[in-house]
C-alpha cells in the first residue's frame, strides 16, 4: 500500500493527566512519517489537522484521497503545505510541474485535483513533509524559497535558546484559510526551542523535529503549563500539541523543527507566553 494513514482523536486536559508514557505517544508521537514510496497520513481531530511525509524513492507517489475525507480528491474542501527537508524533487499539481528543492516549500490551495510527487534522484530523494487543513475559499498557489520567507533571529547563547524562525506559509508570505508552517533551527551550543513556552487556545500546533544528529534526541513538553509532560523524540518525528497545550523541547544537541498550525486566527504572535518560573 502506498498511503497509509491512521486518525488519532482529541483527548481532554484531564483525560492526558493520568497517561501513562505509552498512553501519551500513542496519542501524541507521530514515528513513522518518511518510509521508502510511501505517502503516511495522521489525521488528528485537533482542527482536523493532517501530518505526513512523503519519501518517493524509485517511483513517483500521487496524494490519493482518503476514506476519513469522504471527498473525491484530497484537496476538495482542503488546503496543503510542503516544505522540503530532503534533496530536489518536484510536486507536479495538475500538470504543472514545480520543483522545490532543500528547504523550500508550496503551498497548495482548495481545489486542485491531481498531485504527484516525485525526486530528482533515487540517491538522494527528497523528502516532503506536509501538513493540511479544511479549507473554505481557493487560494493559488505559491512556491515558497528561502529567499522569501521571513526570518526572526529569537533567544540568546547565555539562556541557551538562540534560534532562527523561518516563517514559509503564514497570511503576511501567502494567502491561506489557516494553515500556518515555519521552520525554526536551534543554533550550536543552545537546545531550547520556544522558550519562554507559549499557549494559544485558538490554535492546535504540530512540531516536526529534524536534523537530530545520529545518537541525539529531543525532549519535547506539553501539557497545560502547571501540569507538564514529556515525550523524548527521535529524528524525523512529529508531536501533537493540543490547543491547550505548552509545545517545546530541549534537545541533547541543537536541531530544527517544522511548526504547523491550525485553527481561529491568523495572527502569528498571538500567543499567551507563560513565565518560566511558573512551569511546573
Ligand atoms: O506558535 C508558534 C510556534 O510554536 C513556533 O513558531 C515557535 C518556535 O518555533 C520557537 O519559538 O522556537
Ligand atoms: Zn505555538
Redesign the pocket.
Known amino acids: 500500500m502506498l498511503i497509509n494513514y491512521e486518525t488519532r482523536y482529541a483527548s481532554s486536559p484531564d483525560a492526558v493527566k493520568q497517561y501513562s508514557t505509552t498512553q501519551l505517544r500513542n496519542e501524541f508521537l507521530i514515528d513513522r512519517l518518511f518510509e521508502s514510496d510511501k505517502l503516511n497520513l495522521v489525521y488528528s481531530h485537533y482542527d482536523r489537522f493532517i501530518t505526513g511525509g512523503v519519501l518517493p524513492i524509485s517511483n513517483s507517489i500521487a496524494l490519493e484521497t482518503i476514506h476519513p475525507l469522504k471527498a473525491s480528491y484530497f484537496l476538495e474542501r482542503r488546503e496543503l503545505g510542503i516544505i522540503n527537508i530532503g534533496d530536489a524533487g518536484s510536486i507536479t499539481v495538475d500538470g504543472t510541474e514545480y520543483v522545490l528543492n532543500h528547504r523550500e516549500a508550496l503551498y497548495i490551495g482548495q481545489g486542485n485535483k491531481k498531485i504527484v510527487f516525485s525526486s530528482k534522484s533515487s540517491k538522494t530523494p527528497a523528502r516532503f513533509y506536509l501538513n493540511s487543513t479544511p479549507a473554505h475559499k481557493a487560494y493559488p498557489i505559491k512556491k515558497i524559497g528561502t529567499d522569501d520567507v521571513e526570518v526572526i533571529e529569537?533567544?540568546s547563547p547565555e539562556t541557551a535558546?538562540a534560534?532562527t524562525?523561518r516563517k514559509y506559509i503564514v497570511n503576511s508570505v501567502v494567502d491561506v484559510c489557516q494553515l500556518q508552517m515555519?521552520m525554526?533551527t536551534i543554533k550550536p551550543g543552545s537546545s531550547w526551542?520556544?522558550?519562554p513556552a507559549?499557549g494559544?487556545d485558538r490554535?492546535m500546533?504540530v512540531?516536526f523535529y529534524f536534523e537530530v544528529p545520529e545518537g541525539q534526541a529531543v525532549c519535547h513538553f506539553m501539557g497545560q503549563p502547571q501540569e507538564t509532560r514529556h515525550l523524548w523524540m527521535q529524528n524525523n518525528q512529529a508531536v501533537i500539541s493540543p490547543p491547550w497545550s505548552i509545545?517545546?523541547g530541549s534537545g541533547t544537541s541543537n536541531y530544527s523543527?517544522i511548526?504547523g498550525?491550525a485553527g481561529e486566527n491568523l495572527d502569528?504572535g498571538d500567543?499567551d507566553v507563560c513565565k518560566i518560573k511558573d512551569l511546573k
Request: with cysteine; charged share 15%; proline share 0%.
Open positions: 529569537l533567544g535558546n534560534r524562525l515555519g525554526t526551542n520556544t522558550m507559549h494559544h490554535r500546533e512540531y509545545h517545546c523543527f511548526w498550525m502569528y500567543m
